[in-house]
């Protein structure tokens, strides 16, 4: 791996860039490895540079049926924050965030980490009760999060109409500072190049076929379609499409795999100045580096695999949109698209041991798993390296849905769906 | 967007229905003897398949009556719509119907 510096930009551009390497290398499988990560998306591609960097496993591989940021790594709308309501939550998205503070630094890739502050507004007397709870619950756990008066709301992000006719007007907003965006893409390539520079196995168009598992049930290796891959330890980061893996494994998850939709304007000069989210009218607007405003709408109401969703379910965000920030109602939007997110009763994650020795399986993110790529990278890693849960993601469990010891942020009003 | 028959009224627009999750999950027989798994399986596993998925809709804005659709979660095309209480014209989930052999539900 080239480290990217202002030394070696300097000289690649004396060669007219012409001479850079390839970021990662497209090897051909090995017969064996310690530990098969199924998943190249973030979550897949952080485990596997934890496992490398600090559980020293690197004799590792990622299988991707696609290409590297294709999936969900590449179709969210980037955001980060970690003012969840409760403890466990709050532990783990925290965690993250403490990781993408540092992320480009330790990676030697710019991930565009930007905390520009990300806003939720209140709009009825429920909101703002609910997230005035969720403030001192968060500061309790040590996360900021503060509370703004619509006129506040105003100050720190002028687009807004506030105090305008709108049928839900904006009565305050929860702002957590350190949250913001990063650029996904960079993510997802930042992660692959950091991994692969330490030994671990990328292997894109590798899709799964089948788990092949010993007579003492503990998995052997994956049938794929590049060949049979003997592994050790299997990881399963599938997002979406985790039923149907681990369905090869004979075991069914409590999941549910929705379309979710994202759209992105034209691009337009920096206008916006920060994330804004309102779950009342569930609006999630953000402006990128390149101008465009990235939206995020709903999912779709029934289950899906088709990565594409209806227009009615954007249509209802951008009306939302308007009433918010009506200056965008002259924005034309430029391109819309669907990924497919796996969503658990309680709407948090399953990261865990399973039932089958030697498969894990990191899940269940839903709708809002890419602000906590790094986090969950590193905790899934040690899973996986110890045999044995983090203690941040140790309640995060299948058998939560037996035990009834349920996370519940579905009915913690603020998180995001 | 769907195009969905319901089978009293025809085919109308999605925004006509609303969607009831997976068909055919029938209340255990004798809820008192299901241990704590029987109950998360009941309650909370879903198929979840890519591919063909029998699921319930409800003509919320129409005749308000809901009745059963089997769809290509691959691709969304539906497959087949039928009253409740009608066969499926495919197989459902054979995964179900291991644990509606074991818990005595029926589909």
């Known amino acids: 791996m080239r480290r990217f510096s202002a030394i070696s930009l300097f000289r ?11 970021q990662w290398r497209s090897p051909e499988p090995k017969p064996a490895y310690d530990v098969v990560i199924v998943g190249g998306g973030g979550h897949g591609l952080a485990t596997a540079f934890y496992l490398a ?6 004799n590792v591989a ?5 290409w590297i940021g294709g999936g969900n790594t590449g179709r969210n709308t980037t955001i980060i924050r970690s003012n969840y309501l409760f403890d466990e939550s709050a532990r783990l998205y925290e965690h993250a965030l403490k990781l993408w503070e540092g992320l480009s630094q330790q990676l030697n890739y710019n991930v565009m980490y930007s905390p ?5 507004l209140a709009h009825n007397i429920h909101d703002v009760q609910s997230f005035k709870r969720h403030v001192h619950a968060n500061r309790l756990n040590g996360i900021d999060n503060e509370w703004l008066s619509p006129q506040e709301c105003k100050e720190f992000c002028p687009p807004l109409n506030v105090g305008g006719a709108m049928r839900y007007p904006i009565l305050g907003g929860a702002l957590q500072r350190r949250g913001g965006t990063a650029r996904h893409d ?9 991994a692969d520079a330490r030994g671990v196995d990328i292997l894109e168009n590798c899709e799964v076929l089948g788990i092949r598992r010993a007579a003492s049930g503990r998995v052997e290796g994956i049938e794929t379609s590049r060949g049979f891959i003997r592994a050790g330890k299997i990881g399963v980061v599938a997002a979406g499409n985790t039923s149907v893996v681990m369905n090869m494994a004979g075991v069914r998850l409590p999941l549910e795999s929705f379309p979710l939709q994202a759209l992105v304007s034209e691009p337009v000069k920096p206008a916006f100045p920060c994330v804004v989210m309102s779950n009342t009218i569930h609006a999630y607007i953000s402006q990128s580096d390149k101008g465009e405003m990235v939206i995020g709408a709903g999912t779709d109401a029934y289950t899906s695999y088709s990565q594409r969703g209806a227009l009615h379910i954007a249509t209802h965000t951008l009306d939302a949109i308007c009433e918010l920030v009506p200056m965008f109602r002259r924005l034309r939007m430029l391109r819309n698209w669907g990924g497919i997110v796996d969503v658990t009763p309680d709407r948090s994650p399953i990261v865990a041991k399973t039932p089958v020795p030697g498969l894990y399986v990191n899940c269940g993110w839903g709708t809002g798993g890419f602000k906590a790529t790094p986090g969950s990278g590193d905790v899934f890693a040690w899973t996986i390296a110890k045999d ?7 309640p995060f469990t299948i058998e939560r849905f037996r035990d009834g010891v349920m996370i519940d942020e579905a009915a913690a009003a603020a998180v995001a769906h | 967007m769907l195009l969905i028959k319901c089978p009293f009224c025809g085919p109308r627009p999605e925004l006509e229905f609303s969607y009831g999750g997976q068909a055919h999950i029938a209340r255990p027989k004798d809820p008192a003897s299901l241990d704590d798994e029987s109950w998360a399986e ?15 809709w409800r003509h919320i804005h129409g005749c308000a009556r809901f009745f059963n659709v089997q769809r ?3 691709s969304d095309a539906i497959v087949a719509t039928y009253k409740i209480g009608e066969e499926p014209p495919k197989p459902v989930d054979p995964g179900l119907e291991e644990w509606s052999s074991r818990s005595g539900a029926a589909l």
């Open chain 1, 12 to 22: 690649e551009a004396l060669g007219g860039h012409e001479t850079w390497p390839r």
């Open chain 1, 62 to 66: 990622v299988v991707e049926k696609g």
């Open chain 2, 72 to 74: 290509n979660t691959a």
């Open chain 1, 186 to 194: 960079a993510v997802a390539w930042g992660y692959a190049r950091a």
């Open chain 1, 53 to 58: 960097e600090r559980y020293g496993l690197t």
């Open chain 1, 116 to 120: 520009r502050g990300v806003l939720m």
């Open chain 2, 42 to 56: 009941y309650l909370y596993i879903r198929s979840n398949p890519k591919g063909l998925h029998a699921e319930r």
């Open chain 1, 388 to 394: 044995d849960p983090h203690p941040i993601n140790a």
